[in-house]
């Protein structure tokens, strides 16, 4: 494994674990930073259930540090949006495991509401754009910098540049949001 390679073995991860857990709780509380106020998933519960996700993937997806960050960032989005549809769930009367019901009526969960509406709308784009998508996950939600964006992805710091203010400029279109930030 080249130096600063983060490329891990499912074995590997437990023995790397100490080593980023710093690192993976920072990026949880800037995932946690952007819920509404009174969310009830801490810092420390969503780095433990990311790392069970991680466990589970596939080594050569983790070949390198931002690589490896980047499925860390997925994973705790995948767990913030499962924890959204928990809430909003037994908020509408239904049991853990149970189907949601369509959008027409019930109690809504505002801060359950946003993650689910940021999650429809970046499945809507990696529809029409995988790539610009990814970028979104790369930059906004695992905190990579356009350099390390560009490395995962293969392609030049200024397409991430460019594309990254597309696909932002999109979501805050499909979110009702202004641009101007």
Not at 18 to 40: C, M, N, S
Not at 144 to 161: F, M, N
Request: glycine share 8%.
């Amino acid at each position: 494994m080249k130096e600063g390679s983060l490329g891990v073995q499912p074995t590997e991860l437990d023995g790397l674990m100490p080593v980023i857990y710093d690192e993976l709780k920072r990026l949880a509380a800037r995932h946690l930073r952007r819920q509404a106020p009174g969310h009830t998933l801490q810092t420390t519960a969503l780095v433990h259930e990311a790392y069970l996700k991680l466990a589970k993937a596939n080594p050569t997806e983790c070949s390198d540090r931002p690589r490896f960050f980047a499925l860390a960032s997925r994973a705790m989005r995948s767990v913030l949006v499962d924890h959204a549809r928990r809430r909003l769930a037994v908020r509408r009367g239904f049991k853990a495991g149970g189907s949601l019901p369509d959008e027409g009526g019930g109690v809504v969960d505002v801060q359950g509401t946003e993650v689910l509406e940021v999650d429809r709308a970046l499945a809507r784009l990696a529809e029409i754009d995988s790539r610009k998508a990814r970028i979104v996950e790369l930059r906004y939600f695992g905190g990579l910098t356009a350099d390390e964006a560009a490395e995962v992805l293969g392609i030049s710091p200024v397409t991430i540049h460019r594309q990254w203010l597309l696909a932002r400029t999109w979501l805050h279109r499909q979110l009702g949001r202004t641009t101007a930030e």
